[in-house]
């Protein structure tokens, strides 16, 4: 059973605007989440993160926060550029060193 | 970039044939982990090594094998490839626990027909 879920699949935004991607999860153990950024054919990198003892970290463009009691977190792309256009994959971890991702939003970044 | 090499980088095999993936890293780190991605699953945790010699189960690991004799080579074995295993597979490495030091190689694409 999926405990990182990512339930939209694909995300068309213009370009500037603001994207949002949400991301809900099942284990309240879980106290470390991630964002990882893919594009065809090479590996995921990772973009942002958040501790469980936060509920918001910023890093330029991009902005995750993170609501525990619903477990639930997003992430914030402003403005969006076309070099945004990408899989962006949720990810948590329950203080150990192993992941559990989401199945991943792609992302179209229209001109 | 990290450097992470992942061979071979395609691969069309038949039902039943054993199969390795190599990964080969050149950061000297400890920890190095096997995913493979299917469509609406996102990335899955096939098996991870915490050093030489020392590998453990992730969440699907069934079919698989490992082994990492060095440091910088961690090996993914399909005794009897099967097409449920058709998949990319990503190998990935963290010099420590710190999960937002993991990086991943580029991908294996694997069909088993």
């Known amino acids: 059973d999926q405990q990182v879920k990512q339930n939209s699949p694909s995300l068309s935004v213009q370009e500037g605007r603001i994207s949002i991607l949400n991301c809900d999860y099942t284990?309240?153990?879980?106290?470390?989440f991630l964002w990882y950024k893919k594009y065809p054919a090479e590996g995921p990198t990772f973009l942002i993160s958040i501790s469980s003892i936060k509920d918001k970290n910023e890093d330029g463009r991009f902005t995750v926060f993170l609501n525990k009691s619903a477990k639930h977190l997003s992430l914030h792309i402003v403005p969006s550029q076309p070099g945004d256009s990408a899989v962006y994959f949720c990810?948590?971890?329950?203080?150990?060193?192993?992941?559990?991702f989401g199945a991943g939003t792609t992302v179209t970044v229209r001109a | 970039d990290a450097g992470i090499t992942q061979s071979p980088r395609h691969k069309v095999t038949e039902t039943g044939t054993p199969v390795t993936l190599r990964c080969h890293q050149t950061?000297?780190?400890?920890?190095m982990y096997w995913y493979r991605q299917d469509p609406g699953h996102g990335l899955r945790l096939i098996h991870y090594s915490y050093g030489v010699k020392d590998t453990d189960k992730g969440e699907v690991s069934d079919g698989y094998s490992v082994s990492r004799s060095k440091t910088e080579d961690f090996l993914l074995t399909l005794e009897s490839a099967t097409s449920s295993q058709t998949s990319v597979y990503f190998c990935?490495?963290?010099?420590?626990?710190?999960?937002?030091?993991?990086?991943f190689g580029e991908g294996s694409w694997l069909t088993v027909v």
């Open positions: 284990n309240s153990m879980f106290d470390y």
């Open positions: 950061e000297n780190h400890r920890y």
């Open positions: 990935a490495i963290s010099e420590s626990r710190q999960l937002n030091t993991i990086y």
């Open positions: 990810a948590a971890s329950a203080n150990d060193y192993k992941l559990s």
